[in-house]
């Protein structure tokens, strides 16, 4: 279980926990999406906007760097974002 940071902004060493998953690996997105397609309904629908390419989704990545010292950036994928003006007209 990853603890907070302490005083001095370290972040301790995540620890597993009895039945946590022991190992993880990255698949080609090939293999992940057939592996989504054939057993995990709910993934299934996401995953459609991955496959999106007509731009009706509008899914975006973005990198970010990680807060843990030594590990790699992560992407995250959202939605548009809002610029300041946008948010401004929306609440007309």
Request: glycine residues 4%; aromatic residues 6%.
């Amino acid at each position: 279980r990853l603890e907070a940071p302490d005083v001095d902004g370290m972040i301790p060493e995540p620890v597993a926990e009895e039945g946590e998953i022991a190992a993880v690996a990255w698949l080609p997105y090939e293999e992940y999406r057939k592996m989504v397609v054939e057993e995990h309904p709910m993934m299934r629908h996401l995953i459609q906007f991955c496959d999106d390419e007509e731009g009706v989704c509008d899914m975006q990545r973005t990198i970010l760097n990680s807060v843990v010292p030594g590990r790699d950036p992560s992407p995250l994928y959202h939605a548009p974002l809002r610029k300041n003006n946008e948010k401004e007209d929306s609440k007309i």
